[in-house]
């Protein structure tokens, strides 16, 4: 859960600083977004701490390499890491959450490497979640408007729709207005994503309360 919470929020951030090419704390929006990203990061380190203090190996294994399969500890410590590189130069950088996360993770894979020989395994895997996360880094890099904020947007529908319209009108309030300059035809298509997207949430709330005047076309006044 946590991790993939975590490149949730490193696939926004991603797309965010690389639309604007500014520092993470040079702009309000993003430092929002590095506060919501520091959250799971934290909690992941919690979670894998409660696991390591009572000391069962084969309970470790199983959390956290699973029939031998090390992608989720590997997942976890690269995104982090790739966190800290985003991070560089700001005062997120020294976030204790990101210290301690990167530690919690060295210590679960030092068990998965002494005791279990998964030495290869765990290159393996990292080498697969440095080579994931650079290829989103790149494919982000060339968005256009529309989509960079259909992905700043991608959070779980359904779990809390009033939050997920929120965080979209201020993605495009903060990103569109004076600072990448949104204006003619994109401009347009910005807005209609926005009513897809409001009309979209309105449909699962009225749905989930049955309540058909909840519902709202992408058209409506």
């Known amino acids: ?9 490193y696939k926004k951030l991603c ?15 993003h430092t929002r977004r590095a506060f919501e990203a520091l959250k799971p990061i934290g909690q992941a380190r919690t979670f894998m701490d409660s696991v ?4 069962n190996n084969d309970l470790l294994k199983i959390m956290f390499a699973p029939d031998e399969d090390c992608t989720l500890i590997a997942d976890i410590l690269q995104t982090t890491e790739d966190f800290k590189t985003i991070f560089q130069g700001t005062s997120f950088g020294n976030d204790e959450r990101i210290r301690h996360c990167i530690n919690a993770c060295a210590t679960v894979e030092g068990v998965l490497q002494s005791v279990y020989r ?3 395994k765990v290159r393996e895997a990292h080498e697969a979640a440095r ?6 880094k790149r494919a982000v890099s060339d968005l256009s408007p529309i989509a960079r904020i259909k992905i700043i947007a991608e959070i779980d529908e359904g779990e809390d729709p009033d939050t997920a319209v929120e965080k979209l ?3 495009f309030v ?17 807005i209609n994503t926005f009513c897809e997207y409001v009309s979209e949430e309105s449909r699962q709330q009225s749905e989930r309360r049955n309540v058909p005047s ?8």
């Open 169 to 171: 009108w201020q993605s």
């Open 214 to 221: 909840l519902y709202h076309k992408p058209d409506s006044p």
């Open 15 to 29: 797309a965010a600083v690389n639309g604007h090419g500014t520092l993470i704390d040079s702009k309000p929006s």
């Open 52 to 55: 390591v203090v009572q000391h």
């Open 1 to 9: 859960k946590y991790s993939r919470i975590m490149q949730l929020e």
């Open 131 to 136: 080579a994931r996360n650079a290829q989103l």
């Open 118 to 120: 998964l030495d290869e």
């Open 174 to 190: 903060e990103d569109a207005v004076g600072t990448t300059l949104i204006t003619g035809e994109t401009f347009q298509l910005v």
